[in-house]
């Protein structure tokens, strides 16, 4: 059994009716191929968040359980403050 809401087209009926009620709304504006095309997103990227300068990396690493438990304690954001705290250690050391 499948999950994904099904998906209802109208009818014609339906549809002619739906666009004679676009027709005259006065607030309705039928945007034109060029402004279409000049809303697509451009890059590999496309929507959403816009790029910051300094973007991380997704990566899998593994550490042990009290580490994880404290930084997990300290509530919400903590990989951020991980984040920091390794940034931190770098400016003193040399891995």
């Known amino acids: ?6 998906i ?3 009818t ?11 027709a ?3 607030d309705t504006y039928e945007v034109s191929a060029d402004e279409m095309m ?3 997103p451009l890059g590999k990227r496309g929507r959403g968040r816009p ?7 997704l990566v899998s690493i593994r550490y042990d359980a009290e ?9 919400e954001g903590w990989q951020t403050r991980m984040n920091s705290a390794l940034k931190e ?7």
């Open 51 to 57: 790029r910051l300068g300094n973007t991380k990396e």
């Open 8 to 10: 209802v087209m109208p």
């Open 12 to 22: 014609d009926e339906e549809d002619a009716a739906i666009n004679r009620g676009i």
């Open 67 to 75: 580490v994880l438990e404290a930084f997990r304690a300290s509530g």
């Open 89 to 95: 250690w770098l400016r003193t050391h040399r891995p």
């Open 38 to 40: 000049a809303m697509k």
């Open 24 to 26: 005259t709304d006065p």
């Open 1 to 6: 059994m499948s999950s994904k809401p099904k």
